[in-house]
């Protein structure tokens, strides 16, 4: 569900921006009504989830300017430079990184029937990408590289946080940091949108007119807030090796509600290469359980 809102949410992004509002912006609005639903939420539902330690709190700092903050910063910047779906590909070798830095950190083990899957994904995105039409900027290439150790990162401390504290507590630490670096990156300039106007879907849906605040309320809660949740909760459920890998198809629920709902074209090879990341997920699934301990 957390990839499926994720995908949808590439789309309703795009129309944000294109009505105006710019992406930093876009990420503070996201990062601080997360934030706020996430404390929210929790002081309803577990309010000693609040508590933190002297010795948590530098590692949530941590997790929420670099696992969050730095790792949305390199993924625009692979995005400016590099076609989105060649900035994916490259992104999730964090498949690759996750169960490598997990069996070293935290003595998972993984399978042959795993690092089957992983290939069938990498191969399934390079096909989506269209890797060999592409011209490969270095600089871009660094940038992507870097979200994909950025977002390794943010799976690993996902998965380590997730045996100490509630998903929605870390959730609201982490978002709260994030969004406090960005302000200060900002340095607190003030954000002017005009929240009643009435904006286009554009695409498919061009005819349908909706106020600004509206698809705002829709990035943050169903595009931000509920996947991040979910992401949180699968990692407290299972292992950063497994969520790593499922949410590989997220780029692919993006090109479907691309396809659907703005109008941009997904031929036969973007659909054989989807269907090789399905494949590759369902594969890396069904291995044995794997025995985690994790150290101290």
């Known amino acids: 569900m957390s990839a499926i809102l994720?995908?949808?949410?590439?789309?309703?992004?795009?129309?944000a921006i294109g009505a105006g509002i710019h992406a930093d912006?876009?990420?503070?609005?996201?990062?601080?009504?997360?934030?706020?639903?996430?404390?929210?939420?929790?002081?309803?539902?577990?309010?000693?989830g609040f508590k933190v330690t002297p010795r948590q709190l530098p590692?949530?700092?941590?997790?929420?300017?670099?696992?969050?903050?730095?790792?949305?910063?390199?993924?625009?910047?692979?995005?400016?430079?590099?076609?989105?779906?060649?900035?994916?590909?490259f992104e999730y070798t964090t498949i690759i990184i996750v169960p490598i830095a997990s069996r070293l950190i935290f003595k998972t083990k993984t399978g042959k029937t795993f690092w089957y899957g992983v290939a069938l994904v990498i191969f399934g995105l390079a096909v989506v990408s269209q890797i060999w039409a592409s011209k490969l900027n270095p600089v871009g290439i660094g940038f992507a590289m870097l979200a994909a150790t950025l977002v390794s990162f943010y799976f690993l401390m996902g998965q380590h946080s997730a045996t100490t504290r509630d998903p929605l507590s870390t959730m609201f630490y982490t978002m709260t940091f994030a969004t406090l670096f960005w302000l200060i990156m900002t340095q607190f300039r003030p954000i002017n949108l005009n929240l009643g106007e009435a904006i286009s879907l554009?695409?498919?849906?061009?005819?349908?007119?909706?106020?600004?605040?509206?698809?705002?309320a829709w990035l943050t809660v169903m595009g931000s807030f509920a996947p991040m949740a979910m992401g949180f909760m699968a990692l407290k459920l299972t292992t950063a090796s497994r969520v790593s890998i499922?949410?590989?198809?997220?780029?692919?629920?993006?090109?479907?509600?691309?396809?659907?709902?703005?109008g941009q074209s997904m031929g036969p090879i973007q659909i054989v290469g989807s269907l090789l990341v399905v494949a590759g997920i369902l594969v890396a699934q069904k291995r044995?359980?794997?025995?985690?301990?994790?150290s101290s």
């Open 59 to 89: 590692m949530l700092a941590v997790f929420g300017v670099v696992g969050l903050a730095l790792m949305q910063w390199a993924y625009s910047n692979a995005v400016s430079i590099l076609p989105v779906g060649i900035a994916l590909l």
């Open 6 to 15: 994720f995908g949808l949410n590439a789309s309703t992004t795009n129309v």
């Open 288 to 294: 044995q359980p794997e025995s985690m301990s994790i």
């Open 25 to 48: 912006q876009l990420v503070i609005i996201r990062s601080a009504i997360s934030a706020l639903l996430a404390g929210i939420t929790l002081l309803f539902t577990n309010p000693n």
């Open 246 to 262: 499922t949410q590989t198809a997220e780029p692919i629920f993006a090109f479907i509600f691309g396809w659907l709902w703005l």
């Open 202 to 216: 554009t695409g498919n849906l061009s005819g349908v007119h909706l106020p600004f605040w509206m698809v705002l």
